[in-house]
């Protein structure tokens, strides 16, 4: 979840050369939204007028037939209830990354909806926690509804209290993460991923893993661009937005909502 320009579906799609590669976003509205970042919208904004609208490249076959595209929004239950329902008709996704608005209600919402699509087994990754300690999003930042604090808290009790979840979407949580892993590193501030394991009871001998969290790593240089060491730290930085490894898809459908290609 959180496609912007596809660099990251590209990236995919070298590292496993036989997955297929599927990105959801708000592809539709995608400019409108970006917006309220300029920096990304600007960018954006200059692809368009360039002619190049990477979804639209995706769906013309440039990229292949192993990388389709979903023009959704996350942040919208009965639009991903709907693309839920389409995308479970096909083999379970191996890893879903959810990387889009970074708001507490889509990250905890989008977890419960996405994971019956993983197989048993699988990985779903929740990028940028660290936005539980940033101002400016839809919780108080460190208050007990933030992302980071539900998961911990399921670490220490086993239980998923989500102010966002019904009962029976709790229930299911609990029932099927087998474990879940922060992992913090720190640039010129923390950065956080949850690594989530769905359970797979055909496992010999499967039992549920410790529940662990995982000390932010010292501060040190990283590879890559130092430019985006700001990892959208306010709510104005939020990009609407999976990207799910899954079949072969050959639908020639044109993009709109919850459609895909």
């Excluded at 590209?10 to 995608?30: C, H, S, T």
């Excluded at 898809?249 to 290609?261: H, I, P």
Aim: proline share 5%; aromatic share 10%.
């Amino acid at each position: 979840v959180g496609v912007f320009k596809g660099a990251s579906l590209q990236m995919w799609k070298e590292y496993f050369p036989e997955a297929d590669i599927v990105g959801l976003d708000y592809f539709r509205n995608q400019l409108k939204v970006l917006k309220r970042v300029p920096n990304l919208a600007r960018d954006l904004w200059y692809d368009q007028r360039n002619g190049r609208n990477f979804a639209a490249e995706v769906c013309s076959g440039h990229y292949g037939p192993r990388m389709h595209v979903i023009d959704a929004n996350q942040s919208d239950m009965a639009e991903m209830k709907t693309v839920v329902q389409t995308l479970s008709q096909g083999r379970a996704f191996d890893v879903i990354i959810e990387d889009g608005s970074h708001t507490m209600r889509d990250q905890q919402l989008n977890l419960a909806l996405l994971l019956p699509l993983v197989k048993p087994g699988g990985i779903y990754v929740i990028e940028d926690l660290h936005t539980s300690f940033q101002n400016g999003y839809d919780e108080p930042r460190g208050s007990e509804a933030t992302t980071y604090n539900v998961l911990q808290a399921f670490n220490a009790s086993s239980k998923f209290r989500s102010k966002f979840l019904d009962a029976n979407q709790a229930a299911y949580l609990e029932r099927w993460i087998a474990s879940t892993e922060i992992v913090s590193i720190v640039r010129k501030e923390r950065h956080s991923m949850g690594f989530i394991r769905k359970m797979d009871f055909s496992a010999p001998g499967a039992t549920k893993l410790q529940h662990t969290v995982t000390p932010a790593a010292p501060r040190r240089r990283l590879s890559g661009n130092n430019n985006n060491n700001n990892i959208y730290p306010t709510k104005k930085d939020a990009r609407p937005s999976p990207i799910m490894v899954k079949r072969r898809w050959n639908s020639t459908a044109r993009l709109g909502a919850g459609r895909w290609c």
